[in-house]
């Protein structure tokens, strides 16, 4: 079954502890990114990649880093997280190859909480 | 700078009527995708519908169809018939295709509201 995995779902942390939100896509897709969903703002971009070792920057990256060693998986990391980025986390895939062209496929999100 | 505007924070429709949800953007680009996505109260995001700016026809799924309008920068979302189970916030989205599709800007939302 095609699908994007992001763990952990919920998590409650506290404030300056590191935490990496794991995600994963088994649909060969070269396009994957972050989304962070708060109320009143909609989604908002955090971080996309084009391909392995290519990521760059969306709209609100301040305080998250990605990586992309592999073509399935882009971790985001909050290396010293803190309250504001209590959020509902989205990673999605998608893929310019196919009739598809530009559909993001979505993990089903990771509600964080910072204390 | 790029934006998408949703200007219904909320909306309610009869069961069985037809409801229109807005949309606008703004962008330069000449060659772009919008999206219309569903997030029900799962949460998951579903793709509704997807538009290609170059294309003039107005894309339909079901009783799921837009209308299109290039030149006024509109993309609205027309539910036909709903259903007790098209009660989700609603997002616009639009992709500029520069290179690729990997860029994405969201609207704020439109909750949708099914009355029986």
């Known amino acids: 079954e095609a699908q994007v995995t992001q763990n952990p779902r919920y998590l409650i942390t506290v404030t300056g502890k590191k935490l990496t939100v794991t995600c994963s896509q088994n649909?060969?897709?070269?396009?994957m990114s972050w989304y962070r969903q708060d109320p009143g703002l909609g989604l908002r971009q955090i971080y996309y990649?084009?391909?392995?070792?290519?990521?760059d920057k969306g709209d609100v990256p301040e305080g998250y880093k990605v990586s992309r060693k592999e073509k399935r998986n882009f971790p985001l990391i909050l290396e010293s997280p803190s309250p504001n980025q209590t959020s509902l986390y989205f990673c999605?895939?998608?893929?310019?190859?196919?009739?598809?062209?530009?559909?993001?496929?979505f993990g089903e999100g990771s509600r964080l909480t910072v204390l | 700078a790029q934006t998408v505007t949703q200007s219904q924070p909320e909306m309610s429709v009869q069961e069985a009527e037809t409801v229109t949800l807005s949309c606008t953007y703004d962008?330069?680009?000449?060659?772009?995708?919008l999206f219309w996505y569903k997030q029900p109260p799962s949460r998951q995001m579903i793709l509704v519908i997807r538009?290609?700016?170059?294309?003039?026809q107005n894309a339909t799924e079901n009783r799921f169809s837009v209308n299109f309008q290039k030149a006024a920068k509109s993309f609205s979302l027309k539910i036909s018939d709903s259903q007790l189970g098209d009660a989700a916030m609603y997002f616009c989205?639009?992709?500029?295709?520069?290179?690729?599709?990997?860029?994405?800007?969201f609207g704020t939302g439109t909750r949708l509201k099914v009355l029986a």
């Open positions: 962008t330069s680009e000449s060659d772009y995708y």
């Open positions: 989205a639009y992709s500029p295709y520069t290179s690729g599709t990997y860029k994405y800007i």
């Open positions: 538009q290609e700016a170059y294309k003039q």
């Open positions: 649909m060969n897709h070269e396009y």
């Open positions: 999605a895939s998608s893929s310019d190859r196919d009739r598809r062209r530009g559909e993001l496929f």
């Open positions: 990649s084009m391909n392995v070792e290519v990521t």
